[in-house]
């Protein structure tokens, strides 16, 4: 079974940086797209970024110039380096991975969340 483990989450201050990370374990034979979304309280899960097995990266308006995200296929694992944040990306960050395809079937999975919390 693929499962999904994040790490990297916590509080920093307004300015501050962060990087998480997300590594896929199973007995996985490919991962097409690999992303990063988040959830902050009373409001929808958005995307923050994605990048796919050939590096193509695309990224949420309200984070672009200052996320970046990465990924390493040998680990099957997506980080994410988070600079200049901000109140306003307190959130969960939920990890997910796209048609990941192992040794019985192919399916989409999420991570459990990993708390972010950008005080002022």
């Known amino acids: 079974q693929v499962q999904l483990v994040e790490s990297g989450g916590g509080l920093v201050q307004a300015g501050g940086s962060l990087r998480l990370s997300c590594a896929a374990s199973?007995?996985?034979?490919?991962?097409?797209?690999m992303g990063w979304y988040r959830q902050a309280p009373e409001k929808q899960r958005e995307l923050v970024a994605r990048?796919?097995?050939?590096?193509?990266?695309n990224y949420g308006d309200s984070v672009k110039g200052r996320f970046t995200i990465s990924r390493d296929n040998a680990k099957n694992t997506v980080y994410l380096q988070m600079n200049s944040l901000k109140p306003e990306d307190t959130a969960v960050y939920y990890c997910?991975?796209?048609?990941?395809?192992?040794?019985?079937?192919?399916?989409?999975?999420w991570g459990q969340g990993t708390q972010v919390t950008v005080s002022s």
């Open positions: 997910n991975a796209d048609r990941v395809r192992d040794i019985v079937t192919m399916g989409d999975y």
């Open positions: 199973g007995l996985i034979l490919s991962i097409d797209t």
């Open positions: 990048i796919t097995s050939d590096s193509k990266t």
